[in-house]
Structures are given as structure tokens and as C-alpha cells.
């Protein structure tokens, strides 16, 4: 949430900010800006309500020459968006960017009388008014003082009006991280902003301060002794950031999808059977737990709904899923014996964080499924297992969904055979079946046209259900997840034994109903409870195995998926749940990439 750009060094400051703001406006576009020091040293601010775009347009006839400065794209949190509340903010000698919420910025208000010089309604630009009231010339002193009076999140990249070549950044909690080359040094809130430069880079440690100057990077704790961050590299490239020919990154990252599941399964198999050891996870966290407790949020908590109907029945102990931003609130029955397994593309969302934060001190173990390297979630857990989805960029998620499945099914087939659930055999047909839903997704695909047919039904509609029972309820989650977010069209899914418990009275004629159909054990009873919404005017467009006997009266559209065993029918589907909400948002001509109201890393609770 909210991106952070800044840099130092020889090439064109301008340039690289704005470029750098690009790459990271899928963390947040409300608004965005960038303060320069020019060559004459003053300081120059362009801010602008709107995407990077209209800050870009603003800055076409700035003729500055400039070698260092910050960019900010906003996901606004305190204050309406308008250019006033855009980041960076100006406190006398003080220029501040940041990503976060200063939970406590009423009680500095008042402990500095700023009531009177503020100008706009942000949380930062009180933090940009304690940063000048202790700066009397020392950077670092102004920096600690000021971090000790503030209480929540923040990443701060700052610059002061009399020191015109550097950047001084610090964070708690919120991400950022830092990188140099010949051409200088740059800060950023992800790679995606350096990646361009550099593949080697550090994650700011949080509570120290780093300081950016052309010829280097020094950083330091709060008692000013020096410190050598860890240097990690990106096993991805510049390309692996662009949308290669298609329209839309989600579009991209959905055809991305056979490969991501390859590079996360594929380095996993040692002989066809899932083997861990690479990843340094021991068997015996799997093998030791008396339950599993599932914790994350939106799409990745989806694809917990999906671990927990496949795992559970195999290995047979409790597996829960949490939202994570409930899981902290509730008192969660989470102990030494518990295994809590922590879902997360980013390895950013605070909520999932403090859910991780919460479990270890409970003194349970936590595995992370984890997509970005090096994240905080990562970097706290017991034991990480990285997705190799490589980056995604659209802010709906598709491929981290798909290999954070993988994951689950590669966990839940070990862990079966730790237990003594699965022989090698068992683990073995399993595996070679998981490997057989790559070709799946593809076939998928391939027959992707046929899809728009469906989504111009579902362009029309103000509402859908998606039903299903059993583990297609599961994948329903989030092809409803998917809908709502990038095509704004009302969507619920339902366990379709549900509907005629209440949700029945809102089908009327034409109501659009994905019906998900999948799981032979209940394929009857789904039918039976197609018939039920069919009866009653809906627009059923089905989803079903290849060898599905389908009766036509039934539905409206119908859509196979060629796996013919029911575990494994995920993959597929999730590919047509995904292309339907992708091609009714283009339909509709929204901004598939970056719906309204969201954004990609969610730092805020
Ligand atoms: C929806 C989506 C979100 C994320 C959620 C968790 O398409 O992307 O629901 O899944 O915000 O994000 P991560 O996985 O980064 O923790």
C-alpha cells in the first residue's frame, strides 16, 4: 500500500522517479508526487490527485536538471484524495514521504500544538512536523527522537533542505528496500521500482536508518553503530515485469499460470515424490502437529479454503482456516502442537503479519507460502516455502492463487505421507495427477475464446451467485472474489445445499449463476440444486468434468474442465473463474489492473 521511489546518484532524478512510480503504482493510485533538489539546490514539488499518468503529464515541461530525489504513489488512509493530502509533504527543512499509519498522530498533534500549521488532513505530514521540530541540523538525532515519539506503521524516506545529495529512509513494519550501482542508489518499497538497475538489493531492517548517497549506501541502528544488511539477489528480470504483448498483466499472469506451477512443484520432486529438504523444512513440523491452523486474507485465504478440503480428509486432524485480521482478535486456539501455515504473495499484509507474530508467541511453528523473497513473512517465519510465481503486478491475484494451491497440494501430500496416510504409492499417484492439471490449465487456455460469451451475460448483470459443494464451494470463493473486485458486479458464493436457506429469494429471471460441479461424490445433489435456481429463471453457466453426464435443461452454458479426478479439478477451473471476471471487466471497460478502491500490498490494517 502506497509506493515509495527515491534515488541519488548520476543519471536523471526525474526520470527515474517517475519511471520508478510506474512500476509501483499497483501498490496505490490515488494520487502521486515527487520532490527533486535541483541542480541550484532548491527544492521542487509536483503532487497530483490521479494516477502516475497525470503526475507525469504535469511534469512534461519541468525543465530540471536533478540528480536526487523521492516519488510517492498514495492508497489514501487519513484524508481525502486531493493534491494537497499526495505525499511528499513539506515541514520547514523537512521533506517526507511514507507508507503506513501513525496510529497515535491526534495525541502528537496536540503534544506539538500543530493544530494550526497543518495543511493538509494526513498522518504524514505530522510526522513530516515532529521530523523538523527536532531537526537542528543532525539527520540521525531528528530521526530517533522523532521515532520514539511515533506509535504504528511507517516506511519514511526523507530528505532535509540543507543536505542536497542524500536520502535518509526508516521503517517499522512497513516494507522497503535499498539497493546501489555505478549510477547510484535508490530506495524503493519493492524491487519492481529497481529491477531496472540491479537485481541485488537488501530489505531496510526495520528500526534503522539508511542513508543513500551517490557513491553508496551506509546503514545504522538507532545508537549509530554500523551495520551490514544482508545482500539477496531477484531470480527474476525486467521482462518478467512487462506485459510481453497482452493487454493487461492480469491477462499475462493468468497464461503465466502453467509455468509458475511448474517452477514451484517441479524443484520439489525427488524421485515423483514431494521432498522438502531443499527448502529446509524438516518432516517432523508436519509429522508433530496436532492441528493445522490455516491464517491469511482475500485470495490466499481462498486457497486456504482449498488446502483445508483437500488436507483435512486425508491426514485426518483439524485443519481451520482464519482471516487473518479476525485471527488476532479472537483468542485462537493455537499452542507448541499447532502448525500454522501462513499464506501470502506479498509477505507484506499487516494483518497476516500480526497473525504470524501472534501464533509464534502462542509457541506454535510457522510455515510461510510465501511469493516475494525476503518479505517480512517470510523473514519471520520458522520456515518458508517460497511460490516461484515470479512478480505479479495486476492487483487481482491469479498465479500466486494457483501456485499457492500447489503448494498446499505438495504440503498436504507430504505431511499424508509423514503420517502414515499415503504409502509411496498413493503419494506417487498423487503427485503425477497434480502434474497433470499443468496441461489442464492449458487446455484451458486454449479454449479461452469461448468464455466471452459468458462474460458479456454476466457484463449486463448488477449480481451472480457461484455455487458448489464440497471443494467446488471452495474454488467458488474466490471465482466470486474475482468477479466483484475488478468488474464492481455484485457477487456471493454460496455451498449450494445453502441457497434455499435464505439466498434462494434473490434469484430471479436472469440472474446470472456460475454453478461449479465438479466433485462426483455430490454431483447429484449439485445438479439437484442447479435444478432449484434453473426452476426459478436463473442463468446457469456450468462447470463440469469432461465426462459429466449433463442433462440441457440444466444450464444456459456449459464449460468442462478435462480432469477426471476431484481433486485435482482446482486448477482449471480456477483458469475459467479467472478469464470469465478478466473478460466482464474489459467488457465493461474498467480498469482490469487496477481496480478502484484497491490495491496490491495491503501495510494497513
Ligand atoms: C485479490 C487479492 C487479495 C490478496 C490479499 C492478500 O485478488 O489479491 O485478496 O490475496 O490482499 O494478499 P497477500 O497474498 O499479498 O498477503
Not at 470469465?580 to 484497491?598: E, F, I
Request: charged share 20%; proline share 4%; hydrophobic share 40%.
Amino acid at each position: 500500500m502506497c509506493g515509495i521511489i527515491g534515488y541519488t546518484g548520476h543519471l536523471d532524478a526525474l526520470h527515474v522517479l517517475l519511471n520508478g512510480l510506474e512500476q509501483l503504482e499497483y501498490r496505490g493510485y490515488d494520487s502521486a508526487g515527487i520532490a527533486l533538489f535541483s541542480s541550484g539546490n532548491d527544492r521542487f514539488i509536483m503532487k497530483k490527485a490521479g494516477p502516475v499518468a497525470t503526475l507525469k503529464d504535469a511534469c512534461a515541461d519541468v525543465d530540471i536538471i536533478s540528480h536526487c530525489g523521492i516519488g510517492h504513489t498514495r492508497w489514501a488512509t487519513h484524508g481525502g484524495v486531493n493534491d494537497t493530502n499526495a505525499h511528499p509533504h513539506i515541514a520547514g527543512k523537512v521533506t517526507l514521504i511514507h507508507n503506513g499509519i501513525i496510529e497515535n498522530y491526534h495525541n502528537l498533534i496536540e503534544r506539538f500544538g500543530l493544530r494550526d500549521s497543518l495543511v493538509s488532513e494526513t498522518d504524514t505530514e505530522v510526522a513530516a512536523r515532529v521530523l523538523d521540530y527536532y531537526y537542528k541540523g543532525d539527520p540521525y538525532e531528528a530521526i530517533r527522537r522523532t521515532t520514539r515519539e511515533i506509535t504504528g506503521s511507517y516506511a519514511f524516506c526523507i530528505m532535509f533542505e540543507d543536505i542536497h545529495d542524500q536520502i535518509f529512509c526508516v521503517r517499522n513494519v512497513s516494507p522497503m528496500v535499498a539497493a546501489h550501482m555505478k549510477d547510484g542508489s535508490f530506495v524503493a518499497s519493492d524491487v519492481t521500482a529497481i529491477i531496472p538497475y540491479t537485481n541485488r538489493y537488501f530489505v531496510i531492517p526495520e528500526y534503522q536508518i539508511v542513508t543513500l548517497r551517490q557513491d553508496g549506501i551506509s546503514v545504522q541502528d538507532l545508537n549509530g553503530n554500523p551495520v551490514e544488511p544482508e545482500m539477496l539477489e531477484v531470480s527474476w528480470n525486467v521482462e518478467a515485469a512487462k506485459k510481453n504483448g497482452y493487454p493487461h498483466y492480469m491477462l499475462k499472469e493468468i497464461h503465466e499460470q502453467p509455468d509458475a506451477l511448474r517452477n514451484t512443484i517441479t524443484p520439489r520432486l525427488n524421485d515423483g515424490l514431494p521432498d522438502f529438504s531443499e527448502d529446509g523444512i524438516p518432516d517432523r513440523i508436519l509429522s508433530s502437529c496436532d492441528k493445522i491452523a490455516i491464517v491469511a486474507c482475500g485470495t490466499a485465504m481462498y486457497a486456504g479454503m482449498v488446502g483445508k478440503a483437500l488436507i483435512e480428509p486425508i491426514i485426518k486432524i483439524p485443519v481451520s482456516v482464519n482471516i487473518a485480521s479476525e485471527f488476532r482478535y479472537e483468542n485462537p486456539l493455537v499452542d507448541e502442537k499447532t502448525l500454522v501455515i501462513v499464506i501470502s504473495q506479498s509477505g507484506e499484509t499487516i494483518d497476516t503479519l500480526a497473525a504470524l507474530r501472534l501464533s509464534r508467541k502462542c509457541g506454535a511453528r510457522v510455515l510461510s507460502i510465501v511469493n516475494v523473497k525476503g518479505s517480512t513473512i517470510a523473514r519471520e517465519s520458522n520456515y518458508v516455502f517460497y511460490t516461484h510465481a515470479g512478480p505479479e503486478i495486476a492487483v487481482a491475484s491469479t498465479k500466486a492463487y494457483m501456485v499457492q494451491l500447489a503448494s498446499l497440494y505438495l504440503i498436504g501430500c507430504r505431511t499424508a505421507m509423514v503420517r502414515g496416510k499415503f504409502s509411496e504409492s498413493d503419494a506417487r499417484t498423487f503427485i503425477s495427477r497434480l502434474m497433470d492439471s499443468i496441461p489442464a490449465v492449458q487446455s484451458v487456455l486454449a479454449d479461452k475464446d469461448r468464455l466471452k460469451a459468458a462474460a458479456s451475460v454476466l457484463a449486463k448483470a448488477q449480481d451472480a451467485f457461484f455455487v458448489g459443494r464440497g471443494l467446488d464451494y471452495a474454488f467458488s470463493l474466490e471465482g466470486s472474489l474475482k468477479l466483484k473486485e475488478i468488474s464492481y458486479i455484485h457477487a456471493e458464493a454460496y455451498a449450494a445445499g445453502e441457497l434455499k436457506h435464505g439466498t434462494i429469494a434473490l434469484i430471479e429471471e436472469n440472474t446470472p449463476v456460475i454453478a461449479v460441479a465438479t466433485q462426483d461424490k455430490i454431483y447429484g445433489k449439485t445438479v439437484s440444486n442447479i435444478k432449484e435456481v434453473k426452476a426459478r429463471g436463473a442463468f446457469v453457466i456450468l462447470i463440469t468434468k469432461e465426462n459429466a453426464e449433463v442433462s440441457e435443461d440444466i444450464s444456459d452454458m456449459h464449460f468442462t474442465v478435462p480432469v477426471p479426478y476431484d481433486q485435482f479439478t482446482v486448477f482449471p477451473v480456477a483458469v475459467i473463474l479467472q478469464l470469465l471476471a478478466y473478460y466482464t471487466s474489459d467488457m465493461k471497460g474498467l480498469n482490469v489492473d487496477k481496480p478502484r478502491n484497491l490495491a496490491k500490498s495491503v501495510t494497513v490494517e
